[in-house]
């Protein structure tokens, strides 16, 4: 028999009147397992960085990061997202214009006159803060190469700020380069967002292939936090097939939230909003609960 289904709303809410259009899915061939619903935190900190990471583009890092880290602010947790991908697209998907910043995480990076707090804004949500980005990060690639200590530069920026949150999200750009391995030098483990089709599970390998390396050389407490399964679609056998393989190749680090493809996601994203709020009771916000209680639990 398999384990009973945690309830699935915060530990500080009441129950919603209306249960939710639908209860979240489940990999395939798995029972679900048992996670408890998270109790209140007596203070906060120190952090655990995870990084959000896949060199493949459009696989949902971005929108797992923004709902991810709602979803744990909404169990009392406090959560830094950093926006380290120079598209300064989870910046945008929190309501923030990137061109009209006038500091960013870049300006951390590279000036010296720039302290954290002048960079950190609020969102809409509380209890969870955002580090933007905008196009500006694509030069600190080019500009870090000759530093000393260059894979180190972004654990150097977050450092003064970790005993104030319990998790910083970092959301990495699509590739396996110098900021991407900033973020996995630096952070306590990675969580991939893995779309359900045939050649992002062919590109697993390549970035197994870097963790392994910045494990041995730069961050040996680095570990793969989980395997988040995106853009499910049951209605394909193509989605199920690959998701089985996903399970079998992967085991337990595969959690059992599995976010659906919905309409949902973009009209968040336009509405600057993480789905938690724009849609309470939808299935994706059901997911990305799911998926924090896994995340606190591991």
Same mark, same amino acid.
């Given at each position: 028999m398999s384990n009973p289904q945690p309830v699935l709303w915060p530990a500080t809410d009441q129950p919603p009147e209306n249960p939710p259009e639908q209860t979240a899915e489940v990999p395939p061939g798995r029972p679900r397992r048992f996670v408890p619903v998270p109790g209140p935190l007596d203070g906060h900190g120190p952090a655990t960085v995870l990084a959000m990471c896949n060199q493949k583009g459009g696989v949902g890092k971005t929108t797992s990061t923004i709902n991810l880290g709602a979803a744990l602010a909404e169990y009392g947790r406090r959560v830094l997202l950093v926006d380290f991908d120079p598209q300064g697209a989870l910046s945008v998907g929190l309501g923030v214009q990137p061109h009209q910043l006038e500091t960013t995480i870049y300006n951390l990076l590279m000036e010296k006159g720039t302290t954290i707090d002048d960079v950190i804004r609020p969102t809409t949500v509380e209890g969870m803060d955002l580090l933007p980005s905008n196009i500006d990060l694509s030069a600190a690639e080019v500009q870090l190469v000759t530093e000393v200590g260059r894979e180190q530069s972004l654990g150097r920026t977050i450092a003064p700020v970790l005993d104030r949150y319990d998790y910083v999200l970092v959301d990495c750009q699509p590739s396996l380069g110098l900021l991407t391995v900033n973020a996995l030098a630096c952070a306590d483990g990675v /969580?991939?967002?893995?779309?359900?089709?045939?050649?992002? /599970?062919?590109?697993?390998?390549?970035?197994?292939?870097?963790i392994e390396k910045v494990q041995d050389r730069l961050n040996p407490k680095l570990e793969i936090t989980g395997i988040l399964a995106t853009m499910y679609d049951p209605r394909t056998l193509h989605t199920r097939e690959v998701m089985t393989r996903?399970?079998?190749?992967?085991?337990? /680090?595969?959690?059992?939230?599995?976010?659906n493809r919905t309409v949902r996601f973009p009209e968040t994203t336009v509405a600057g909003e993480p789905i938690t709020r724009w849609a309470t009771r939808s299935a994706g916000a059901e997911a990305y609960r799911a998926l924090a209680r896994e995340v606190i639990a591991r």
């Open positions: /969580l991939i967002p893995l779309e359900c089709e045939f050649f992002s /599970l062919r590109g697993v390998a390549l970035l197994m292939d870097t996903v399970v079998e190749a992967f085991g337990e /680090l595969v959690f059992d939230a599995v976010i």
